[in-house]
């Protein structure tokens, strides 16, 4: 992780859980990141990245979703950052299908991040 303190970051904002746990984890190793551009969307991250602005730290099941068509991907070896992540349905009612459908992508987005 040493390596990414000399980039500019592109990166989601401070009150994100996602950049709280990059940031925190980056202090642990006594680390300060430089975040040149902070936005909201993953789409405009992978945008900017693309434009040249800088790098940025993303979860690989959260990129898996987005055209990296250009881009370099990297792991990153060093303190790993994890998420628990839960789906919340009624016990009295079954899915509608369209429930099921979502449930289905978002467990086959997750598990390809994971390989």
Not at 42 to 57: K, Y
């Amino acid at each position: 992780m040493t390596q990414i303190a000399r980039e500019p970051l592109v990166s989601l904002p401070n009150d994100s859980r996602t950049r709280r746990a990059i940031d925190a984890a980056a202090s642990k190793q006594g680390i300060t990141l430089r975040h040149a551009a902070t936005v909201t969307q993953l789409a405009t991250v992978t945008s900017l990245v693309r434009a040249g602005l800088g790098v940025a730290i993303v979860s690989a099941g959260a990129i898996a979703a987005f055209n990296t068509g250009g881009l370099k991907t990297l792991p990153i070896i060093g303190p790993t950052l994890s998420r628990n992540l839960g789906l919340i349905t009624l016990k009295e009612r079954e899915p509608t299908p369209a429930a099921i459908g979502l449930s289905t992508l978002i467990r086959s987005i997750w598990s390809a991040g994971r390989d």
